[in-house]
């Protein structure tokens, strides 16, 4: 799927509640004209973003009369729409035929507060993809769906969020995103986005095992952590004696066996060679 | 529910926050501190920053430090109750360096 990074047009009505977010990057449409005008000088990935069911219908009004116009302009664009009050249902096919990506198209996506979307959405300074800003859950497939203030999606089994210690228990019929995406809350459980980024997202894991210090990024240290991740003890691997993984862990044995490495993974649930990347 | 360190009400109107939630990144232990964006994570056993790299004290408000330092302990007894298979009194765990050739810390 193509992301969309950077370049964003705020169809709503109140310029002044985005006065202070509006750049070179970040544009603001209040008419069906303004909307057309936009797009057709912006080049393709830009992220749509609107906030009332009206601002969806607009957009659609405004690009479907740019089409009849532009018959060699290929569609859908590699575009997305970011839905914040998900559109009528009977214009949601519609949108996906002009739009590569909708985002948002179900009323059951709760989003982060405007205002700290807006901060995320439009601030350049920060990577997007860090932060989550939208969350829907589904009982029937015991699934969370999240959204990523990059517009990817991410979903996540129920089951990654296991009762806390002192017995708090995940609510997924109340899901929220709070912290400035930094927290998605279930109920009264919560739970940081860094945990989730960094148990789904191999390439988030490299960026963290880059940062950290050169002590701390040796394969032991990173067993050491995947192992306390998945709340195992050293004891708790049938093959191997406890003595092997502390050995491993402390970086005595420089290149574990392969048929070592294979057991220690199967009990972690991760294939061999991503065991250094935690 | 998130363990909420209680800041005083112009702090938490500025923005800033210090929780340790109920799913978090195991090990190290930590707590962690939101000023609107951004996020600092510090280490419930040397009180070092994990996140970001680089992070210093100064970058937090005094005052919220402050409080950090004053409830230190309610902090650490907040994360051992919410992972107890990772309790930040487990400094043989701190370091896999540890030379103990073959103590199963976790029994």
């Known amino acids: 799927m193509k992301t969309v990074e950077g370049r964003y047009v705020i169809l709503d009505s109140n310029r002044n509640r985005f006065k202070r977010f509006l750049s070179n990057t970040v544009r603001f449409c209040k008419t069906q004209a303004e909307i057309g005008k936009v797009y057709e000088e912006e080049p393709v990935d830009l992220t749509w973003i609107t906030y009332t069911q009206k601002f969806a219908d607009e957009l659609v009004k405004a690009v479907t009369s740019r089409r009849r116009t532009q018959v060699r302009r290929a569609f859908p664009r590699h575009e997305c729409v970011l839905t914040v009050a998900s559109p ?3 214009s949601v096919p519609t949108l996906h035929g002009l739009f590569s990506h909708i985002v948002g198209d179900n009323p059951g996506y709760r ?6 979307l807006s901060e995320v959405l439009f601030d350049p300074s920060i990577n997007r993809s860090d932060f989550i800003i939208a969350a829907a859950s589904d009982p029937i497939t015991r699934t969370l769906s999240l959204v990523r203030g990059n517009c990817q999606p991410l979903v996540v089994p129920f089951s990654f969020f296991e009762p806390s210690g002192d017995g708090t228990k995940p609510d997924f019929s109340n ?5 400035f995406g930094r927290t998605v809350a279930l109920g009264d459980y919560e739970s940081s986005t860094d945990t989730i980024l960094y148990e789904t997202d191999r390439e988030y894991r490299e960026r963290t095992l880059f940062q950290r210090k050169e002590s701390e990024r040796t394969f032991g240290a990173s067993l050491f952590r995947l192992r306390k991740q998945r709340k195992l003890k050293r ?4 093959t191997l004696a406890s003595k092997t993984i502390a050995r491993i862990e402390r970086n005595e044995i420089e290149r574990p066996h392969c048929a070592t490495l294979r057991a220690i993974a199967k009990r972690l649930g991760v294939p061999p060679e991503d065991i250094g990347e935690y | 529910m998130p363990f909420q360190l209680e800041l005083p009400k112009r702090l938490r109107a500025r923005g800033w926050k210090v929780k340790i939630r109920e799913k978090e990144r195991l090990e190290p232990p930590h707590v962690t501190i939101i000023f ?15 996140e970001p790299p680089g992070g210093r004290w100064a970058d937090i408000d005094d005052e919220v430090r402050e409080l950090i330092e004053k409830s230190w302990k309610a902090l650490q007894n907040a994360w051992d109750e919410k992972y107890p298979s990772n309790p930040t009194s487990s400094r043989e765990e ?4 540890d030379n103990q050739e073959d103590s199963d810390e976790d029994s």
């Not at chain 1, 989003?111 to 700290?116: A, I, S, V």
């Not at chain 2, 609107?36 to 994990?50: A, C, N, P, Q």
């Not at chain 2, 701190?94 to 360096?97: E, R, T, V, W």
């Open chain 2, 94 to 97: 701190d370091n896999p360096k």
């Open chain 1, 235 to 238: 004891s708790d691997f049938p």
């Open chain 2, 36 to 50: 609107g964006k951004k996020e600092w994570r510090v280490g419930l056993r040397d009180k070092s920053f994990l």
């Open chain 1, 88 to 90: 009528r249902p009977e």
């Open chain 1, 175 to 179: 899901v929220r995103v709070t912290d």
């Open chain 1, 111 to 116: 989003w982060l507060p405007k205002d700290e």
